[in-house]
């Protein structure tokens, strides 16, 4: 490709479940995208997202899709780590979000729990 084009690909899920071994810091994404750059024919490929407090940009070595899945290698010099978002289920709210949250709410649907993180966003 052509020196300095950029391609953003955005992800269609409202809110991912972010796991990561090595980074005990995530937890949930919104508005998660994948930026791959290419400048004298090298890709720089940067994987962005809200995590409902702030805006996250991490340098990645290797991205793959499976189905509405994503997962990434970070760069060693930013500190490494594989991390993988899923979309966010009730199921997965309640066994593996909700009690890290500071004020964990309840849901009685999907759709409900979606609109709820939304809303915290916009605030």
Excluded: Q
């Excluded at 809110?15 to 890709?43: H, K, N, P, Q, W």
Aim: hydrophobic content about 40%; charged content about 35%; glycine content about 6%.
């Amino acid at each position: 490709m052509k020196s300095g084009r950029e391609r953003v690909e955005k992800l269609p899920g409202a809110i991912y479940l972010v796991e990561c071994e090595t980074d005990e810091t995530v937890l949930v994404a919104m508005r998660l995208e994948v930026v791959r750059r290419f400048s004298e024919g090298e890709e720089f490929i940067s994987v962005k997202w809200f995590d409902t407090v702030r805006e996250r940009v991490m340098r990645a070595k290797l991205v793959w899709r499976v189905g509405e899945c994503l997962a990434f290698e970070r760069l060693a010099d930013d500190g490494g780590g594989k991390y993988y978002f899923t979309p966010l289920t009730l199921e997965k709210y309640y066994s593996e979000v909700k009690d890290s949250l500071v004020s964990g709410e309840d849901f009685t649907s999907e759709a409900e729990m979606i609109e709820a993180f939304l809303k915290a966003e916009k605030k």
